[in-house]
């Protein structure tokens, strides 16, 4: 067997993730995979970060979702209310969405790390491999056909690059097999705002290919 596939199924095991779906379930089939592995996760410790929580924020949106929308992590007020991108932050990402035309109800949001990080620095390296697990298996239950990447942490993290942003931003990638765009997070326009214009043609251009992935 595969060293990578050997050590990937070994991260699961101790994730505690101990089986794995492949089968084309109905939407509420998907959810009801969601809750339990919320159910199953939500006293998670394999990493410090559970030490600050008081709630894992696992994810939320259409189990069915052509698109996951994916940050870094939880801040304060997902922290309190077990919901992704429900802050400052959160309100900007929905305003984001809209703007392409996109509800926040049709996509699936969540994290890298489903537990705040304290006092919202970036999840450190071994936080983010441990947290991994769950966010390939919320990918394979759902089966999105994109992805948006919201932030630097994420989508370095999950493109296993270290370019800085302005190369991230520049091109489209692919991800486990599908198209992955890359813009900055919410809460970084909220204090840069003159990134807003680049982030607006980031969304156009990942609108381009989200409207084609729905019309076929």
Known sequence: MNQAIIQYID??????????YRTQNTPAEKQELLNRNYEAYKNCKNCPLYKGRKHFVYGEGNPDAVCMVIGEGPGEQENLQGRPFVGPAGQLLD?????????REDVYITNI???????NRNPLPEERLACLPYLEEQIKIIEPEIFLFMGL?????LLESSSPMHDLRSVPHEFMD???YVTYHP?????????KKDAWQDLQKFQAEYDALISK
């Not at 305003?95 to 509800?103: G, N």
């Open 113 to 119: 790390v489903k537990c705040r990080p304290p006092g």
């Open 11 to 20: 991260q699961l095991r101790l994730s505690g993730i101990k089986e794995l």
């Open 153 to 157: 942490v994420a989508a370095q993290t």
């Open 178 to 180: 599908r198209p992955a």
């Open 95 to 103: 305003k984001m969405l809209l703007a392409i035309k996109i509800k």
């Open 187 to 195: 809460a970084a326009l909220l204090r840069n705002p003159q990134w």
